[in-house]
């Protein structure tokens, strides 16, 4: 299960404490002590788990809480919500536009799920939100990228806009979304290039094809079992895109967690969705009060 170890260690952090009638505020060091260990074992910033352990002490260390007739239950109920909250606290759905089409942009390193992402979102949007989607082949430097997009198409019942290899991607998003408008397309998804890292080239053009088709949605998708550093990339994409959100993939092989609980405090952008397995099904609108209480139990 996704966050099995920092599940744990937290349940049992909180567990202990939880046996008591009444705690102290020796107690509630130690649970703290646990909680701090259990955060960053799990690979989360660490400025993040220092606010984190903050706001929760702030709030324990109350005399009401600690006072009350269920003192322990308040204070998993504390860090229950402070967890929500670091994660953004209510979810945020995709922003359609007012007039037709809405056009999304995915950005995104190499290998971070972009291209298995367009097509499970444009899939899930069409299914639950009857969305007419588009996707839009517009990483014309991998050489399998195209097919890749084509195959998914095929598989998803989704049409896929190409104009092959040797046409600038901003000439393609711009193209693809005037053939959206004609052809009736409400969702334009327009694939870009990943590279292994952030390199200067891939930014100057994900900005070229922003200002180009201006689209209301710009989401990063990062690995969430690369921890902290995902938080990293998608600051570093953010500074220069301004993204409009998250999708977080690979959650079902991540055991620690550290990047949907960092990734949201670094860049003030929430995650939208989350990826949580190979087939093109499994794809999650994302909510942090979900996700807390998974996490605690
Ligand atoms: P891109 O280079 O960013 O376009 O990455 P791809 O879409 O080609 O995905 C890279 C690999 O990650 C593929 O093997 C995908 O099947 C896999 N992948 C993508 N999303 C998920 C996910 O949510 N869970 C798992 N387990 N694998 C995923």
Do not use: C, W
């Not at 005399?63 to 322990?72: K, T």
């Amino acid at each position: 299960m996704a966050f099995e170890s920092l599940s744990d260690r937290l349940q049992g952090a909180v567990q202990t404490m939880g046996k008591k009638g009444k705690i102290t505020e020796g107690d509630l060091k130690e649970m703290m002590r646990e909680v701090r260990l259990a955060l960053l074992e799990a690979d989360v910033n660490f400025k993040v788990v220092k606010d984190f352990v903050k706001r929760v002490n702030e709030r324990a260390l109350n005399s009401e809480v600690l006072q009350s007739l269920s003192p322990a239950q308040q204070v998993v109920k504390i860090v229950n919500d402070e967890l929500t909250d670091l994660m953004g606290g209510e979810h945020v759905d995709i922003q359609y536009a007012t007039t037709p089409p809405t056009v999304i942009m995915m950005a995104g390193l190499q290998g971070a799920g972009k291209t298995t992402t367009v097509g499970k979102l444009a899939n899930f949007l069409k299914k639950n939100d009857h969305k007419k989607p588009l996707l839009v082949a517009g990483d014309i430097y991998r050489p399998a990228a195209i097919n890749q997009l084509q195959t998914l198409g095929q598989q998803l019942d989704i049409p896929v806009f190409t104009l092959g290899d040797q046409v600038s991607p901003v000439e393609i998003a711009k193209q693809a979304v005037e053939h959206a408008k004609l052809q009736g397309y409400d969702l334009v998804f327009i694939d870009t290039a990943g590279r292994l890292q952030i390199d200067e080239r891939l930014m100057t053009e994900l900005k070229d094809i922003k200002v180009a088709v201006q689209p209301n949605e710009i989401l990063l998708t990062v690995d969430s079992m690369t921890g902290q550093e995902a938080a990293n990339v998608a600051k570093a994409f953010d500074e220069e895109l301004d993204v409009t959100g998250v999708v977080l993939t690979k959650l079902d092989g991540d055991t620690r967690g550290g990047a949907a609980l960092s990734i949201v405090s670094v860049t003030g952008k929430p995650i939208k969705f989350t990826g949580t397995g190979e087939k093109l099904t499994e794809i999650e609108r994302f909510y942090p009060d979900r996700m807390s209480n998974r996490i605690l139990g």
